[in-house]
């Protein structure tokens, strides 16, 4: 006991306040991560992998569907990749996931066939093997939204975009909205019916060309086919024209049907998925405009 008291005797008595503070800090930095991790919020969206049989074939699907209450009325925007693309890299590609951590919508992204969809005729492993994606897509649409409870949308980009042409001349009512970013139909398809559509192209596709006469691998013109599709839904003559950056939006509503056209025009960016900037509104931004009826500005 005496060599204990002589000990305490030595300590200096600075060096005793300066342990108790740091043991506070310590506590009190200990407590306030326990009370940070308790008070984590819920994950802003989930993912899901399904499955279903369509044809004899197993066929995928990623949903993307936003946390919390409420999601269940959220509208639905099926979405088909380019050629080539898995889904997780079109998950990746066309900025609309953050329309699910808003709460906005629920995105489905079905797989294809060999990364492809047989849109009649185009493309890769999918058509080669006559895949019956209309059939997929009908059943996938029963699946995710039985009875047609709510709003669902359809979007397609290249590949996925003539796919998304292909169900608008077969099925036109299964969908309340299209869109199709840089693709035509495939010939044999004709949209007759009026159908609520979004057209996205540039000036400067080499696939899809822009005008006719313009080089492009893909028929008809950009500028031929929207004067076909606003003939089937008899739109007015005058459009409402919006220029943002490199982007031109016209836009016709009241089709025979109250449908509604839009034809978005970027001025270069040849046949990629058109990012936006700083001044020009994403193709995600004028997608989700037009399928949820909203205006851009």
């Given at each position: 006991m005496r060599g204990l008291d002589r000990l305490v005797r030595l300590v200096n008595p600075v060096t005793v306040l300066i342990a108790v503070g740091i043991l506070i800090v310590t506590v009190a930095c200990t407590n306030g991560?326990?009370?940070?991790?308790?008070?984590?919020?819920?994950?802003?969206?989930?993912?899901?992998?399904?499955?279903?049989?369509?044809?004899?074939?197993?066929?995928?699907?990623?949903q993307l569907s936003p946390g919390g209450a409420g999601s269940d009325a959220s509208p639905i925007i099926v979405v088909l990749s380019g050629r080539n693309a898995t889904t997780s890299q079109e998950i990746s590609r066309d900025g609309l996931v953050p329309l699910v951590s808003a709460g906005s919508a629920e995105l489905v992204y079905p797989a294809g066939i060999g990364k492809s969809?047989?849109?009649?005729?185009?493309?890769?492993?999918?058509?080669?093997?006559?895949?019956?994606?209309?059939?997929?897509?009908?059943?996938?649409?029963?699946?995710?939204?039985?009875?047609?409870?709510?709003?669902?949308?359809?979007?397609?980009?290249?590949?996925?975009?003539?796919?998304?042409?292909?169900?608008a001349c077969t099925d036109p009512r299964l969908f309340d909205a299209m869109a199709v970013v840089k693709a035509m139909p495939d010939p044999g398809c004709s949209v007759i019916q009026p159908v609520n559509f979004l057209q996205i192209d540039s000036t400067d596709d080499p696939r899809v060309p822009y005008r006719?006469?313009?080089?492009?691998?893909?028929?008809?013109?950009?500028?031929?086919?929207?004067?076909?599709?606003?003939?089937?839904?008899?739109?007015?003559?005058?459009?409402?024209?919006?220029?943002?950056?490199?982007?031109?939006?016209?836009?016709?509503s009241n089709g025979k049907q109250g449908t509604r056209l839009a034809f978005a025009i970027y001025n270069g960016g040849r046949h990629s998925w058109p990012e936006g900037d700083a001044t020009t509104p994403s193709a995600a931004d004028v997608v989700w405009n037009f399928l949820s009826g909203a205006t851009l500005r």
């Open positions: 991560a326990s009370a940070s991790k308790e008070t984590t919020s819920a994950p802003k969206e989930t993912t899901s992998s399904h499955e279903i049989k369509v044809g004899g074939l197993a066929r995928s699907w990623e969809w047989n849109a009649g005729g185009c493309c890769g492993k999918a058509a080669q093997e006559h895949v019956n994606d209309v059939a997929f897509l009908k059943a996938l649409v029963e699946m995710v939204d039985p009875g047609h409870s709510r709003p669902i949308y359809l979007s397609g980009y290249s590949n996925g975009g003539r796919m998304a042409y292909r169900m006719p006469g313009d080089p492009g691998l893909e028929s008809p013109a950009a500028t031929t086919e929207v004067a076909r599709l606003r003939s089937a839904d008899g739109t007015p003559q005058q459009a409402r024209v919006v220029s943002r950056g490199s982007l031109q939006l016209q836009t016709w």
